[in-house]
């Protein structure tokens, strides 16, 4: 259901999109990667410092248009990130993003719920050379 | 019902026939407002697709046994019975197919494959649905022709002007949107049409948000290919219809090969049976074609004249409640001058968003960019929430809608 679950949950999400955290830009980030979900018209680019070892996060900071779920998402994601491994990002899936949400996402809105995070996970992947796309979109990968 | 055609619809009698109307949701009692998606289906449909399976089930035209005989019947009639209700000539004018996107598909590939090369010209308008949208822009590019748009003005019209000037001795085929599905325009498909044929080009207008609402005659419009969609005027899904004049039917090669289709076989070569089953390869939808007959009864029963006139009388006052608010923004025409329809963008809520508060309250519109991905484009906005109506909603309804809309707004305010 989405922003239709229990109160508490609905609220958080409301407040992170209403409110969003990190938003704007980190001038010297490691890396910035940019994604869309063409369909629904939501957007997200951010930006990601990572430690000298470049094996931990430091900061992210994002900006992007589209639905609560999609923005929220990535606001929640964007203080999650903060002092999380690369190696843990890249470890991250649906569910995990389901779980910080804490609400149910139907499966019209999954790809909404999931777009901060592939745009983080690709970004990292296309700087260590591991993955070569100019933009994540989601409709890549239905699941 | 024999009421005359200036009664009002008695909606309290309708939704008697369609009872999913009453199901709740955490108790909220279902608003269905997606009906330019698909509409629902009364018990007399549902009963007919019933009581084929019950009674008929067949395969149609190879069996001389009796129910194959009375299913191919009642197929056959079907088609008669469309035709009728469209203003065609008769059954060979009537082709069945999966949907209007079929329909569509039908002509591109039998006729356009065939006809178009470089320097060829198809207009469309900025408004269309993909179904023809996507279609023209792959067959142009399979065939070097080109593809170009008839201009939609501010307002939600399409510019006429514009039209005149696109439309030229270049234009092998003109294909219209009768109603918008996302603006609820009206197009006037009479005049265009002859702006095609004065061009010596073809014309095909897309039915599928007109048929249901109003009464059509394809041969009034002077259409040369006509198509829609039998899930959104009270039929199931799996059945539309091309309407296409005889005479083109019949130049046409086949699009799809198989059995059916065919009149004589041998190892080497293959002849066609007549129309309209030279365009019906396989096993046709028999029971969806015949329920869409019994569609085309309960809607003339009604009166399309007050199945049109009852929609327009919703959409008008969706369009001037939906008005009384600043942060909703209204696409397309004023409320008086459209179809069943009204898609709007509340300031600050994505329309997903908004659908899925509207539909804790049961209210069940459609989000999204509606098949029409480019005109969303051009008009800014990434997607629209779209209330459309028909013959079961009330203006009651539409006042559910603006409440759970207030909620929306209080939710993101």
Known sequence: MGIGGSDMYRQQILDH???????????????THVG??????????????????????????????????????????????????????????????VDMLGVDISPMRIKCAVLAEKVAQDGAEIYFGEKDVDRTTTEDDEE | MGLSESEPLDTSAIRDDFPILEREFRGEQLVYLDNAATSQTPDQVVDNIAHYYRNTNANVHRGL???????????????????EFIGAEGREEVVFTKNTTESMNTVAYAWGLAELGPGDEIVLTEMEHH??????????????????????????????????????????????????????????????GEIAHDNDALYFVDGAQSVPHMPVDVQDIDADFFAFSGHKMCGPTGIGVLYGKEHLLEEMQPYLYGGMMIEKVTYEESTWHELPWKF?????????????????????????????RHGEELAEYAYDRL?????????????????????????GVHAHDASEILNEYAVAVRAGDHCTQPLHDKLGVSSSTRASFYIYNTKAEVDKLIDALDEARQLFA
């Open chain 1, 17 to 31: 999109y209403k409110n969003p955290r990190n938003y704007g830009e980190i001038e010297e980030a490691t890396f």
């Open chain 1, 36 to 97: 869309e979900n063409p369909m629904c018209g939501d957007t997200i680019e951010m930006d990601v410092v990572l430690d000298d070892d470049e094996e931990a996060i430091e900061r992210v900071a994002f900006r992007g248009d589209g639905c609560a779920i999609s923005q929220a998402s990535a606001s929640m994601l964007s203080e999650q990130l903060a002092g999380m491994s690369v190696a843990d990002l890249e470890e991250m899936d649906r569910d995990d993003v």
């Open chain 2, 65 to 83: 046994h009796h129910l194959s005989q009375e299913a191919s019947i009642a197929y056959e009639e079907a088609h008669d019975r469309v035709a």
């Open chain 2, 131 to 192: 179904a023809a949208l996507v279609t023209w822009q792959q067959i142009a590019k399979k065939t070097g022709a080109e593809v170009k748009y008839i201009r939609v003005d501010d307002e939600g019209y399409l510019d006429m002007d514009h039209a005149r000037e696109l439309i030229t001795d270049d234009t092998e085929m003109v294909s219209v949107v009768h109603v918008s599905n996302t603006l609820g325009t009206i197009n006037p498909v009479t005049e265009i």
């Open chain 2, 280 to 308: 019906e390869a396989g096993t046709p939808p028999i029971s969806e074609g015949i329920a869409l007959a019994e569609a085309c009864d309960y809607l003339d029963d009604i009166g399309m004249e007050r199945v049109r």
């Open chain 2, 323 to 347: 008005s009384e608010f600043e942060d909703i923004n209204i696409l397309g025409p004023g409320g008086d001058d459209r179809s069943a329809l009204v898609s709007f963008n509340l300031d």
